[in-house]
């Protein structure tokens, strides 16, 4: 039985940044169509929640699935110093080359917190706004939501 | 399918303390969730049943039932307790939110006989929640209840 309860531990992180939403194979008029008023070329920015879902043992010696202090510390790292207040377009290598939708942002996220050393990553949800929120488990998750 | 989820508010105190741990060990591991004298949070717990409606009631359980058995299972046994001291189910254990989230779901599941519990979501600050579920990797390898 105690292992038919899966547990996960669950937290919230903020972060502000700019982007612009433009492909360049594509021209004006198309990225203009497809992104409307998301390709204006001076970009435009929100305030993006990132939550973390991680797995694993809980420690009974600590009740912790992982310790907040690491988690907070490997993702302020590994995404807000990088990502808080920049622009993701410029200063992010991987979106000179992939437009910053919140879909590739959130596979993004994903990719550099999943290498956490002492949980297992299962889940990154990014809220765009508190209206529009995107999740990925890994290329290879069938089933999103337990 | 439908799943269904009720959210209830506690609040409640507690500390993180292993006495086979130093003091020093104490602080480096719990921080100031290690002092002495405890701290609180309003907690706030989403508890999610799946099931089909009924024909007849078109539910897949009365809400009044589940709000009871939360009351009854969750709301005298936590709010405005000591965790720590006040609730048997977790003596011997640090409250943290990993663990109350598991207790509670100890206590619900046996409870809850119309539908089935799916999920137990239990929030110790808007930032910080654990999940408990039922682990479908557990039923397909054939160890499942």
Redesign the interface.
Known sequence: ?E???????????RFAASHRLHNDRLSEAENWRLYGKCNNPYGHGHNYVVEV?VSGN?D??????A???DLDGFVEREVLEPFDHKSLNEDVAVFRERVPTTENLCIEIYERLKSFPKAKLERVRVEETSNNSFEYAGENAE?LL? | MVLLTRKIEFSASHVYHNPAFSPEENKRVFGKCNNPHGHGHNYTLEVTVAGEPDLTTGMVLDLKELKAILEREVMQRMDHRFLNKEVPELAGKIPTCENIARVIWDLLEPKITQGRLHRVRLYETADLFADCYRDGACASNGTGR
Request: glycine share 8%; proline share 8%; aromatic share 4%.
């Open positions: 039985m292992n038919c309860v899966k547990t996960e531990l669950g937290r919230r992180y879902l809980v009974p010696a600590t009740g912790m699935i310790n907040l202090a089933d337990p």
